[in-house]
């Protein structure tokens, strides 16, 4: 059965968007659509045209005998800022308010409106570098390192605080908990990562950066590589942090119980070098 | 600027699948493409064939003035039984033996490959229901629960079972874990269900069927309503099952960790009427 350009139009797209950052052979799609590998490359000009214009994505040809197309999610600075000026927005919200001064977010990390621009705006970073693993720790870094993991296509990694039977063997490290400057300990299956693994890491909060700092430990304990770190919000920390080079999409200026605000800026996502 | 078809193409086929389960006006693409309403359901009816053919998913039209298009994920049931029988192909290594008969699943549950046909596939259960929420347990039920309400485009919740102070008021339950008889307690954030709203849960496993009854009762604590219940994986249970009416991608027969044998088949997610 042959196809017409508007419906393989419409089927490359769908493909091309469920396979982030895969190569695919042009042989590929003109077998798909019993096609010229010329109609093909006239297709994905077309595609690569308004996935720019957009703002969906790359799209990134490579020649030759072993080439293709990959689409590279991606997000403009505009559309990054105007994101994390939303979710500013959304945190001020005195509502938000707990006991002790913590901040309620689950509910912005339970919604796929918030996760998906938050995944594609995290993977946005790391368009030129190679990552095999996002690594985050359980349970609140969980929908970020999916929807990370989901915009790059590669898998996430779950450290845990607590062990579990169902891990099998793990390796463990100690970290020092940046706020209360207790010791603790924090454990990843052996089977999760391999040698040389470049991980991305990502978390819901930062505050000392304790937990960063051990989930680093873990990955030199796996011979593994640090490509970058991100966290949803931090907030303001008065003393000396056991992380730098790190990325914070919102920073947590001050919150004051009396009064009933929380105060809300744009962390250093957008600067381009981090402090 | 005028938009070309293939063009309109390109972007309303991201648009439909960005957009799941939502009502989408003709005005929205008609303004967005500068192009009367007769050509965007002209390319709509081409999308619509396209998706039906590919197995993307249904495309809705919903007639009259409040009208518009609706892109609902969907997954064929030779797809379905497809990906089952992969799942079951690769639960069945026994590599994934853990000492005590565990099996271990974290990198399935932490894979892109494996989480989007997955969640679509049990998305595809509730494509006549409404939803108003995906539960799950902390903390190998997230990422299941994350994938599902990505495609019925949801908010998900995470049942815990300690507690934590940056959840702020919550609601608690006690259930009997089925296997093991003892009574625990999980609980829920006040704040993330509403009275009467719809739910599925999901979990990743079940074997008593302890944990799935509890967030039954947490589900009735909220006077919220249960629409269904998926687990991925079931282990063979001698005894009274908690619960009834639940889904089960995957059977797990029988482990022996003195034969090195794992075997599992297709739990009764394909069956007309589970048993």
Known sequence: MKYK????????????LEHPHTLIPLTLFSERYEAAKSSISEDLTIIKGTFKEQHIGLIETV????GGVRYIPQVSEKDAEEFILWLCEKLSDSERLLPGGYVFLSDLLGSPEVLKPLGKIIASQFIDQKVDAVMTVATKGIPIAQTVANYLNVPFVIVRKDSKITEGATVSV?????????????????RSLKKGARVVIVDDFMKGGGTLNGMRSLIEEFEAELVGATVFAESVFHGKRAVHNYRSLLLIEDVSVADKTIQVKPGNFLQKEPE
Chains 1, 2 share one sequence.
């Open 5 to 16: 350009r508007s419906e393989r139009m419409i089927d490359m797209t769908y493909y091309l």
């Open 63 to 66: 020649p030759g005998a072993t």
């Open 174 to 190: 100690n970290y020092v908990s940046g706020s209360s400057q207790r010791v603790e300990k924090m454990e990843l299956s052996r």
